[in-house]
């Protein structure tokens, strides 16, 4: 079956630790995205990319990095410098350019 | 910025009641979407909306997209205990051409529904 797989569900960091969640789809799509989720306040965009070895800074990138190495995977770094870094995190992809997106699980990240 | 906001941010009815979230931009969009998050789940898409007036519906759901292309709004006729979950608009900016555009999610409306 097609679809975006999120791992792990779960991730506990502690402080100061940078940490990867990983993203990888097997529906041939070419854009991809992830968003952050806090309570009331919806999705937000982390980062984006359209195409392989380009990504493009979303709405709240700071102390996140990401990489786009294959078409099929697209991680996210979570680095040290995210001051408040617990929340849940949502990866999509969409293949077409007016098309909708498809989410994976989420992965819920708790810095202890 | 590119940004699109959503009211209310709670809802809470009655069932039978009517529940209706409303979409703004600042900008124009290329289409607007509509996805469903239930508690514990991921956001699922719900439609999309395309041109300009656009009116589409779904069952009891009714979905409109503003002239200008810069607002929308979601209508839930006779609400269920089923319809809980959040809702979220999603303005996708600057697609067309090779660019796959930006995809701004609105805040979301929480409904709840009362037995």
């Known amino acids: 079956d097609g679809g975006i797989t999120q791992s792990p569900k779960y991730l506990f960091r502690k402080e100061g630790q940078n940490v990867t969640l990983s993203c990888e789809q097997n529906?041939?799509?070419?854009?991809m995205y992830w968003y952050r989720q806090d309570p009331g306040q919806g999705l937000r965009l982390i980062y984006y990319?359209?195409?392989?070895?380009?990504?493009q800074k979303g709405d709240i990138a700071e102390g996140y990095s990401v990489s786009r190495e294959k078409k099929e995977s697209f991680p996210l770094t979570v680095t040290s410098a995210q001051k408040n870094p617990t929340a849940f995190y949502l990866c999509a992809s969409r293949w077409t350019r007016q098309g909708d997106a498809f989410f994976g699980q989420g992965t819920r990240l708790t810095v202890v | 910025g590119q940004q699109v906001m959503q009211i209310p941010q709670y809802q809470h009815v009655q069932e039978g009641e009517d529940f209706t979230t409303y979409c703004n931009s600042s900008t124009t969009l290329s289409n607007i979407q509509w996805y469903k998050q239930r508690p514990g789940g991921h956001p699922v898409f719900l439609i999309q909306?395309?041109?300009?007036?656009e009116v589409k519906k779904q069952k009891r759901l009714t979905f409109q997209f503003g002239e200008a292309k810069k607002n929308s709004s979601l209508h839930i006729t006779a609400t269920q205990t089923t319809d809980v979950g959040t809702y979220f608009c999603?303005?996708?900016?600057?697609?067309?051409?090779?660019?796959?555009?930006?995809?701004?999610f609105g805040q979301g409306t929480i409904l709840t529904v009362h037995p």
């Open positions: 909306l395309v041109k300009s007036g």
């Open positions: 999603a303005g996708l900016f600057n697609a067309g051409g090779t660019s796959y555009g930006k995809l701004t």
């Open positions: 990319s359209q195409i392989v070895n380009d990504f």
């Open positions: 529906l041939n799509h070419d854009a």
